[in-house]
Protein backbone atom coordinates (compact mmCIF):
# COMPACT_ATOMS: atom_id res chain seq x y z
CA UNK A 1 0.00 0.00 0.00
CA UNK A 2 0.96 3.74 -1.34
CA UNK A 3 -0.20 6.92 0.33
CA UNK A 4 -1.08 9.27 -2.53
CA UNK A 5 -1.70 12.82 -3.04
CA UNK A 6 -4.11 14.50 -5.73
CA UNK A 7 -3.97 18.39 -5.82
CA UNK A 8 -6.13 21.04 -8.00
CA UNK A 9 -7.29 24.43 -8.04
CA UNK A 10 -10.38 26.08 -8.95
CA UNK A 11 -11.18 29.05 -10.77
CA UNK A 12 -11.26 32.76 -10.60
CA UNK A 13 -12.53 32.17 -6.57
CA UNK A 14 -8.91 30.58 -5.63
CA UNK A 15 -10.17 27.55 -3.59
CA UNK A 16 -7.40 24.58 -2.91
CA UNK A 17 -8.59 20.96 -3.08
CA UNK A 18 -6.23 18.34 -1.87
CA UNK A 19 -7.53 13.83 -2.35
CA UNK A 20 -5.43 11.80 -0.06
CA UNK A 21 -5.32 7.95 -0.59
CA UNK A 22 -4.38 4.47 0.26
CA UNK A 23 -3.22 3.10 -3.21
CA UNK A 24 -3.26 -0.44 -2.87
CA UNK A 25 -1.52 -3.02 -5.92
CA UNK A 26 -3.23 -6.56 -6.36
CA UNK A 27 -1.11 -8.21 -8.98
CA UNK A 28 -2.24 -10.81 -11.39
CA UNK A 29 -2.89 -14.48 -9.63
CA UNK A 30 -1.41 -17.99 -10.90
CA UNK A 31 -3.36 -18.42 -13.95
CA UNK A 32 -4.33 -14.75 -14.66
CA UNK A 33 -2.61 -11.49 -15.97
CA UNK A 34 -5.21 -9.46 -14.63
CA UNK A 35 -3.52 -6.71 -12.39
CA UNK A 36 -5.17 -3.54 -10.72
CA UNK A 37 -4.61 -0.71 -8.19
CA UNK A 38 -7.40 0.73 -5.98
CA UNK A 39 -7.76 3.71 -3.59
CA UNK A 40 -9.08 3.59 -0.46
CA UNK A 41 -9.73 5.55 2.52
CA UNK A 42 -10.30 8.71 -0.37
CA UNK A 43 -10.41 11.94 1.87
CA UNK A 44 -11.19 15.20 0.07
CA UNK A 45 -9.82 18.60 1.74
CA UNK A 46 -11.14 22.09 0.04
CA UNK A 47 -9.71 25.19 1.60
CA UNK A 48 -11.31 28.50 1.12
CA UNK A 49 -8.79 31.26 0.23
CA UNK A 50 -11.07 33.96 0.38
CA UNK A 51 -13.03 32.59 2.76
CA UNK A 52 -17.09 33.20 2.27
CA UNK A 53 -18.50 29.88 2.11
CA UNK A 54 -21.31 27.85 3.53
CA UNK A 55 -21.48 25.08 6.12
CA UNK A 56 -21.67 22.17 3.79
CA UNK A 57 -20.21 21.26 0.39
CA UNK A 58 -21.82 18.47 -1.85
CA UNK A 59 -19.34 16.98 -3.73
CA UNK A 60 -20.54 14.26 -6.38
CA UNK A 61 -17.47 11.84 -7.46
CA UNK A 62 -17.75 9.78 -10.00
CA UNK A 63 -15.21 6.59 -11.11
CA UNK A 64 -15.42 3.09 -11.11
CA UNK A 65 -15.71 1.49 -8.05
CA UNK A 66 -13.63 -1.68 -7.31
CA UNK A 67 -16.12 -4.29 -6.36
CA UNK A 68 -18.14 -4.54 -8.51
CA UNK A 69 -16.23 -3.31 -10.86
CA UNK A 70 -18.70 -0.31 -12.49
CA UNK A 71 -19.15 3.51 -12.80
CA UNK A 72 -20.89 4.81 -9.64
CA UNK A 73 -21.29 8.65 -8.61
CA UNK A 74 -20.95 8.78 -5.04
CA UNK A 75 -21.79 11.68 -2.93
CA UNK A 76 -19.42 13.09 -0.50
CA UNK A 77 -20.77 15.77 2.22
CA UNK A 78 -17.92 18.39 2.72
CA UNK A 79 -18.01 19.67 6.17
CA UNK A 80 -16.96 23.18 7.13
CA UNK A 81 -13.95 21.80 9.78
CA UNK A 82 -11.95 25.30 10.34
CA UNK A 83 -13.14 29.03 9.33
CA UNK A 84 -11.87 28.26 5.85
CA UNK A 85 -11.66 24.53 5.64
CA UNK A 86 -14.20 21.62 4.90
CA UNK A 87 -13.42 17.76 4.62
CA UNK A 88 -15.17 14.45 3.79
CA UNK A 89 -14.34 11.04 2.98
CA UNK A 90 -15.82 8.51 -0.27
CA UNK A 91 -17.27 5.37 1.32
CA UNK A 92 -16.09 3.31 -1.58
CA UNK A 93 -12.57 2.23 -3.12
CA UNK A 94 -12.32 3.35 -6.37
CA UNK A 95 -10.56 1.04 -9.52
CA UNK A 96 -8.03 3.51 -10.44
CA UNK A 97 -5.85 1.30 -12.89
CA UNK A 98 -5.78 -2.16 -14.26
CA UNK A 99 -4.44 -4.28 -17.04
CA UNK A 100 -4.74 -7.68 -18.12
CA UNK A 101 -2.51 -9.44 -21.36
CA UNK A 102 -0.22 -6.15 -21.46
CA UNK A 103 -3.16 -3.37 -22.38
CA UNK A 104 -3.31 -1.04 -19.23
CA UNK A 105 -6.13 0.99 -18.63
CA UNK A 106 -6.24 3.98 -16.42
CA UNK A 107 -9.65 5.22 -15.16
CA UNK A 108 -10.35 8.53 -14.45
CA UNK A 109 -12.16 10.53 -11.99
CA UNK A 110 -14.64 13.56 -12.35
CA UNK A 111 -15.31 15.91 -9.43
CA UNK A 112 -18.41 18.32 -8.57
CA UNK A 113 -18.14 20.63 -5.68
CA UNK A 114 -21.82 22.10 -5.34
CA UNK A 115 -21.85 24.91 -2.18
CA UNK A 116 -24.94 23.75 0.11
CA UNK A 117 -27.19 26.21 1.86
CA UNK A 118 -26.97 25.83 5.69
CA UNK A 119 -29.50 23.52 5.90
CA UNK A 120 -28.57 19.44 4.66
CA UNK A 121 -31.36 18.24 2.43
CA UNK A 122 -31.73 14.64 1.17
CA UNK A 123 -32.35 15.99 -2.18
CA UNK A 124 -28.96 16.05 -4.42
CA UNK A 125 -31.53 17.94 -7.05
CA UNK A 126 -32.68 20.62 -4.65
CA UNK A 127 -28.92 21.99 -4.11
CA UNK A 128 -27.88 25.39 -4.85
CA UNK A 129 -26.39 24.25 -7.96
CA UNK A 130 -23.39 26.96 -7.15
CA UNK A 131 -20.30 25.05 -8.20
CA UNK A 132 -16.65 26.00 -8.11
CA UNK A 133 -15.23 26.06 -11.74
CA UNK A 134 -12.26 24.01 -13.09
CA UNK A 135 -10.02 26.83 -14.53
CA UNK A 136 -8.73 23.91 -16.93
CA UNK A 137 -11.95 22.93 -18.47
CA UNK A 138 -13.79 26.22 -17.53
CA UNK A 139 -16.57 23.92 -16.26
CA UNK A 140 -18.28 22.56 -12.96
CA UNK A 141 -16.49 19.24 -13.81
CA UNK A 142 -12.77 18.61 -12.60
CA UNK A 143 -11.35 15.76 -13.91
CA UNK A 144 -8.57 13.87 -12.43
CA UNK A 145 -6.08 10.70 -13.03
CA UNK A 146 -5.74 9.48 -8.97
CA UNK A 147 -2.99 6.83 -10.64
CA UNK A 148 -0.79 9.83 -11.72
CA UNK A 149 -1.33 10.83 -7.83
CA UNK A 150 0.69 7.61 -6.99
CA UNK A 151 4.41 6.33 -6.26
CA UNK A 152 3.09 3.87 -8.36
CA UNK A 153 3.05 6.15 -11.55
CA UNK A 154 6.79 7.04 -11.13
CA UNK A 155 8.33 3.48 -10.13
CA UNK A 156 8.98 0.49 -12.51
CA UNK A 157 6.04 -1.94 -13.20
CA UNK A 158 8.46 -4.65 -11.69
CA UNK A 159 9.24 -3.13 -8.63
CA UNK A 160 5.68 -2.19 -7.27
CA UNK A 161 5.21 -5.39 -5.12
Keep these: MQSGLARLATGPSGEA ?5 DATYYPATAGSSAWSITASN ?4 LT ?6 PRFFLLRFRGSIADPYSFVE ?5 QRVTDAGYEGEAML ?22 RMLDDLTDD ?4 SHNFLIDPISQTSTFQIDMFASTPYARTD ?5
Excluded: C
Design 74 to 78: QYVIL
Design 17 to 21: IEISF
Design 157 to 161: MGTWS
Design 93 to 114: PLYIVGGSDGQTQSHKQFLQFD
Design 124 to 127: PDAM
Design 48 to 53: MLKFSG
Design 42 to 45: VRVN
